[in-house]
Antibody, heavy 113, light 107 residues
Framework: EIYLVESGGGLVQPGRSLKLSCATSGLNFSASAIHWVRQAPGKGLEWVGRIRGKPNTYATAYAASVRGRFTISREDSENTAFLQMDGLKTEDTAVYYC??????WGQGALVTV | YELTQPPSVSVSPGQTARITCSGDALPNQYAFWYQQKPGQAPVLVITKDSERPSGIPERFSGSSSGTTVTLTISGAQTEDEADYYCQSADSSGDQRVFGSGTKVTVL
């Protein structure tokens, strides 16, 4: 069975930084793309960005709303992906999910700015 | 790029609910559908326009026609009350996007 677990969420002041981690198990991690999706309180799902796996040279892509402020990375030896969030704004307040965008989703990490 | 969904759909138990999702790139990009209940992570109910993942009831089906994809719940049950989101990619395939979501009420 595949598991994804986010950690690192919390309360942060505007303008500051926060880094989320997504630890996985049961996944062919190095070959898998990992996406980050967020959901502001009472709002819909918003795609944040993704990092592809080794076969696709770890290519990244970001939503316009976070491009230049957020960075997605990964450490295949630890089966873990990361979301580095810099220059946080109040509108970044949301639950952040890591996911394969298929059946596998984490439980979410709350970030409050 | 945007995907357009109706805000809400209401259906009586046992009846059929249909949720549409429209987007210009849908003829060339697969669509995916997710069910989300309050306080829970989304659950994939349809993948690649019309495929049903393992464990998803047969009453959930998906179809595609031109710039519109449709999620159909045949014989809706009270436990199907949830928010439903479509997801796809823009024409480049680099940017993923979610629809605004449709609240399905079964009563």
């Amino acid at each position: 069975e595949i598991y994804l677990v986010e950690s690192g969420g919390g309360l942060v002041q505007p303008g500051r930084s926060l880094k989320l981690s997504c630890a996985t198990s049961g996944l062919n991690f190095s070959a898998s793309a990992i996406h980050w999706v967020r959901q502001a309180p009472g709002k819909g799902l918003e795609w944040v960005g993704r990092i592809r796996g080794k076969p696709n040279t770890y290519a990244t892509a970001y939503a316009a709303s976070v491009r230049g402020r957020f960075t997605i990375s990964r450490e295949d030896s630890e089966n873990t992906a990361f979301l580095q969030m810099d220059g946080l704004k109040t509108e970044d307040t949301a639950v952040y999910y890591c996911t394969t965008l298929l059946e596998s989703w984490g439980q979410g990490a709350l970030v409050t700015v | 790029y945007e995907l357009t969904q109706p805000p809400s759909v209401s259906v009586s138990p046992g009846q059929t609910a249909r949720i549409t999702c429209s987007g210009d790139a849908l003829p060339n990009q697969y669509a995916f559908w997710y069910q989300q209940k309050p306080g829970q992570a989304p659950v994939l109910v349809i993948t690649k326009d019309s495929e049903r993942p393992s464990g998803i009831p047969e009453r959930f089906s998906g179809s595609s026609s031109g710039t519109t994809v449709t999620l159909t719940i045949s014989g809706a049950q009270t436990e199907d009350e949830a928010d439903y989101y479509c997801q796809s990619a823009d024409s480049s395939g680099d940017q993923r996007v979610f629809g605004s979501g449709t609240k399905v009420t079964v009563l």
